[in-house]
């Protein structure tokens, strides 16, 4: 079956809970599951949050220190509604490391789970940066405020929305950026490459900072 073409990262999850809302999309070990329609929801919410509470927009950075949860994806989808790109960052560094990384991207925001609150505020007064913890953003909003405006599919497909830092080996950590058009053709061809169908149950067992666990396992079973 030819899978239908998207023209932003937000478009996949649109598609899935339109034609298929009650299927599931993800779970983490020990939570409950998300269906689509849930999962789209959820990033509807987040990407409010960020836009009205944080003053997130298109070309902004957003940083997420943290270990893999089902709500990082979240974070990473709702992002991409708002054209902005996330900068996860490898939980397993030293402050310094991370530092250095911050320096790099120079990020709007930076967001965090609960596991990692004192490091990240620790960081986020250091950086002179705002920070949110994970939970707060999928909170409905007190009240309805009114959408600013949007960017369409066209402007966000082209943005940043990811960016990976290597692992420094031979230097310095280098930043690879990924626009949404580019996740998109990878999700796309690596869901043909390895077969995976709509039935498919897909094990993520890498970590979410890393391409391995979000480009070549999650993404593509998203797809």
């Given amino acids: 079956m030819k899978a239908p073409h998207f023209p932003s990262l937000f478009a996949v999850l649109r598609h899935h809970a339109a034609e298929r809302p009650h299927a599931p999309a993800l779970r983490a070990r020990g939570e409950d599951g998300l269906d689509y329609a849930t999962l789209e929801a959820r990033v509807e919410v987040m990407a409010r949050n960020l836009a009205l509470r944080h003053g997130v927009t298109i070309g902004h950075r ?128 690596a869901a043909g490459a390895l077969g995976i169908t709509p039935d498919d149950r897909i094990a993520t067992m890498l970590p979410l900072f890393h391409v391995g666990g979000l480009c070549i396992q999650t993404l593509p079973a998203l797809y």
């Fill in 62 to 189: 957003v940083a997420y220190l943290g270990l893999s949860r089902v709500d990082q994806i979240v974070l990473l989808f709702a992002l991409a509604r708002l054209g902005a790109l996330l900068a996860p960052l490898n939980h397993r560094l030293a402050q310094a490391e991370w530092r250095t990384i911050l320096a790099d991207c120079a990020p709007s925001l930076l967001v965090h789970d609960g596991d990692w609150r004192p490091a990240a505020n620790d960081l986020a007064q250091g950086a002179h940066l705002a920070c949110a913890a994970l939970d707060s953003l999928v909170a409905p909003p007190d009240s309805p405020a009114p959408w600013p405006q949007q960017p369409s599919d066209a402007a966000v497909a082209v943005a940043p929305a990811l960016l990976v830092y290597t692992s420094g080996t031979t230097g310095r950590p280098r930043g690879a950026v990924h626009t949404q058009a580019h996740l998109l053709a990878n999700m796309a061809i």
